[in-house]
């Protein structure tokens, strides 16, 4: 970190104006999702990040909720794909159809044109449907038919999954998980917070079952924050120590693979939003450490408990200093 320098006020301004946003943002999620305050904040890590999350966690606990909550905090829009056996790439990219009075092919954009997607039960579906997110996952864009289609900047994919060993599942391949930048869960709500929502639910009739959110933010705000983010600073030894921890998992039996290049440039982006949340302007060791289960767990296929194996993987490398 540089000392010795004041910031500016405008630069003080923006700060402060950033910091609203996000706040703004925790807000809603928080009433819409209660008591996950944990789980919020490795969201809004992943948004800020430019990842992509994956929810590996049992039907009915708020998954669906938390998406449509955050798509209308950032004044985006919405979409969600329901994954089954005999779903297509093109139910989630769109296809062209021949219009009669034009006697041209017209393009109907697919769900995959929004800022925010669900994918629930994204394991449900085929490999052949689960690769049609890859390339807008990792460059923004879609082809279809050889024509390019750009996607929104901030496109941010939310999938859910079953586990692994419930009937009718296809396992992601490790290319398809390394598109996520962290996998979380959301479990059971603390028995305070699930009293509190049988009691918001007593009332007269509403054919939606959500609070009434309005947005916060708007997409262009969110780009904003995402590039302010990327400029957080990460020190020489701090990069050095990503790289030592990147070398074990690949050096270690029990992990199969090890992190890729892109998993640490991922890595390396999620600790830069942690410290942005904690009111940061520069990257500590804790930050990779405190996101290693998210990133990790999505990336490392393992038998037996892969948060045991982080913590070895963590315990193996020497905390650096940091530089002056």
Partial sequence: MITGTKPSVDYCHEIHLHRSMVNRIRDLLNRSLLGKPHVIEHVLACLLARGHLLIEDLPGLGKTTLAKALATSIGGRF??????????????????????????????????????????????????????????????????????????????????????????????????????????????????????????????????????????????????????????????NVRRYLVDLATVTRQNGRCSPGLSPRGVLTWQRVAQAWAFLQERDFVIPDDIQTVADAVLGVRLNTRGDTTDLIQEILRTVKVPVLDE
């Avoid at 969600?80 to 296809?95: E, Y």
């Avoid at 006697?103 to 994918?119: C, D, N, S, T, Y």
């Fill in 79 to 236: 979409s969600r794909v329901q994954c089954t056996p005999d779903l297509l790439p093109g139910d989630i990219t769109g296809f062209s159809v021949f219009n009669q009075k034009t006697r041209e092919f017209e393009f109907l954009p697919g769900p995959i044109f929004a800022e925010v997607l669900l994918v629930d039960e994204i394991n449900r579906t085929s490999p052949r449907t689960q690769s049609a997110l890859l390339e807008a996952m990792a460059e923004n864009q879609v082809t279809v038919e050889n024509v390019r289609y750009d996607l929104a900047e901030t496109f941010f994919v939310i999938a859910t999954q079953n586990p692994s060993d419930h009937h009718g599942t296809y396992p992601l391949p490790e290319a398809q998980l390394d598109r996520f930048a962290m996998k979380l869960t959301i479990g059971y709500p603390h028995q305070d917070h699930e009293l509190e929502m049988l009691a918001s639910a007593v009332g007269p009739c509403c054919a939606k079952d959500t609070p009434t959110i309005q947005a916060v933010i708007q997409p262009a705000d969110l780009h904003h924050l995402q590039q302010h983010v990327a400029a957080i600073k990460v020190s020489k």
